[in-house]
């Protein structure tokens, strides 16, 4: 099964930007559409952004429409999240993973706090 290693977040400022990278090994992450997801303390893990293994993004969280971009390069088996125009509310611990039922062991995630 891949493992997966969440980087990029940090603390930003209000309309910020900030890249996040995830990056898989040991296993066919090429094969899989690909999620990130973002929690934040006291709420339930919610899908971020949705690609596919083409690299075809396909579906965005409502909140962060227009702000967020999902990209992937599967011979590096890495995902990335391009997040700009930063808001308070996007502060989460963000974690990729397979999209659909079938997951790989989650990842430590990575902070982004979005404040002044």
């Known amino acids: 099964q891949a493992q997966l290693v969440e980087s990029g977040g940090g603390l930003v400022q209000p309309g910020g930007s900030l890249r996040l990278s995830c990056a898989a090994s040991?296993?066919?992450?090429?094969?899989?559409?690909l999620d990130w997801y973002r929690q934040a303390p006291g709420m339930e893990r919610e899908l971020v952004a949705r690609i596919s293994i083409g690299g075809t993004p396909l579906n965005y969280a409502d909140s962060v429409k227009g702000r967020f971009t999902i990209s992937r390069d599967n011979a590096k088996n890495t995902v990335y999240l391009q997040m700009n125009s930063l808001k308070p509310e996007d502060t989460a611990v963000y974690y990729c993973n397979a999209a659909g039922t079938t997951k790989f062991p989650w990842g430590q995630g990575t902070q982004v706090t979005v404040s002044s």
């Open positions: 040991g296993s066919s992450f090429s094969l899989y559409g």
